[in-house]
């Protein structure tokens, strides 16, 4: 008889010492056997251990790329699910903790989005005149939706490109989950904000009137991420006050109005990147998650370069937080002892259709 795998009761209390040690032991026996991803924002004693890190982009690129059997991905849930749909198929992918998700990413389910699409069809013709672009924080399923229905997958690095993709093709764009990513990426673009409509997936036709809805150039779908959603335009006008030659720099998850005071707007891997170039010495506002942050803060200290969080209270992604040292050291050595925990497997026919709209994506980000 197969043994069973080992229970996670077992590491539930061991303390973060032991996890460390334990991780570093599972991590030598498995060799290249085993690749660790990590995001940005990924708590620090689970991203230390990380063989690769980067934004949801350059995750997604990374996940295809690599030869490892196993696909450990320390991040959320629609993560490791891309990972899961660009890989080998012999690969394996696993999550950790399956209960880290993103509450962006439940604010829009297929049942929701399917049920717009059919209230949109009583106005006009979606399949004609409507490309239906996911942010990759969002359900393979959705994702799958948008590959059936001739649309595409963004991300906060290329949306811009991806609306201008969309709309050399088709007129209008349904964009979910995150109205913030769509608005200030429509912004860019030049798309007037009353040419931008919210649609609220709780209300008859979105809240909106068939005018409003022939009137659009992007539909907004009524999401939002927790954690951006914490930073208001009073932080950044106290910061000028203290600090004139101050730099503000935010994520295009944040509100239109933080993003329009901000000096610099862009993905977690563009902030990196700006604060990185800057000269040294500069002083940064930074209206992103709060352990990325804190890593910029201490990898750029030496430079003289002063990189302080935007709001006044505690703003982490918690459920990626709910990757810990003992669930990843629980996950490595149940492979080291041939055992596969919290695989995630994307449905074949959901994976074929995600992947036509995240390969769409990646050709477009080229």
């Known amino acids: 008889m197969q043994a069973e795998a080992i229970a996670f009761e077992r590491f539930d209390n061991l303390n973060d010492d032991d996890c460390e040690q334990r991780i570093v032991q599972a991590k030598a026996a498995l060799g290249r056997r085993a690749v660790i991803l990590a995001h940005h924002y990924q708590r620090p004693d689970v991203y230390k251990h990380a063989d690769l890190t980067g934004d949801s982009l350059q995750l997604s690129r990374l996940a295809s790329g690599t030869d490892a059997d196993y696909l450990v991905f320390c991040g959320v849930h629609f993560m490791a699910e891309v990972a899961d749909i660009l890989s080998k198929p012999e690969q394996i992918t696993i999550l950790p903790d399956l209960s880290a998700g993103c509450s962006m990413a439940d604010m829009a389910s297929l049942l929701k989005v399917q049920r717009a699409w059919h209230e949109l069809s009583e106005v006009l013709d979606p399949d004609e005149v409507v490309t239906p672009v996911t942010y990759i924080n969002s359900a393979a399923d959705l994702k799958a939706f948008c590959g059936e229905h001739g649309g595409i997958v963004c991300t906060s690095s290329n949306a811009m490109k991806i609306l201008q993709w969309s709309f050399s093709r088709r007129e209008k764009v349904l964009f979910f989950p995150d109205q913030h990513l769509g608005r200030w990426s429509g912004h860019k673009l030049d798309i007037p904000l009353e040419q931008m409509a919210v649609w609220d997936f709780d209300e008859p036709m979105g809240g909106l009137s068939p005018e409003q809805i022939r009137n659009a150039k992007i539909l907004l779908w009524k999401g939002h991420c927790s954690v951006h959603q914490m930073f208001q335009p009073q932080h950044i006008l106290r910061f000028r006050n203290q600090h004139p030659e101050g730099k503000v720099i935010s994520h295009p998850e944040c509100s239109f109005e933080v993003c329009k005071n901000s000096d610099y707007v862009g993905s977690t891997d563009y902030i990196i990147r700006t604060i990185r170039e800057a000269e040294p010495g500069t002083r940064w506002l930074v209206g992103t998650e709060l352990n990325l942050v804190n ?71 080229r």
């Open 295 to 365: 890593r910029i803060a201490e990898e750029f200290k030496a430079q003289g370069k002063i990189v302080q969080f935007m709001a006044s209270t505690i703003c982490m992604c918690s459920t990626m937080a709910r990757i810990d040292p003992q669930h990843l050291a629980w996950a490595l050595e149940n492979l080291v002892a041939g055992k596969v925990v919290n695989q995630i497997k994307v449905p074949a026919a959901d994976a074929v259709l995600a992947k036509r709209a995240l390969e769409r994506m990646l050709e477009v980000s």
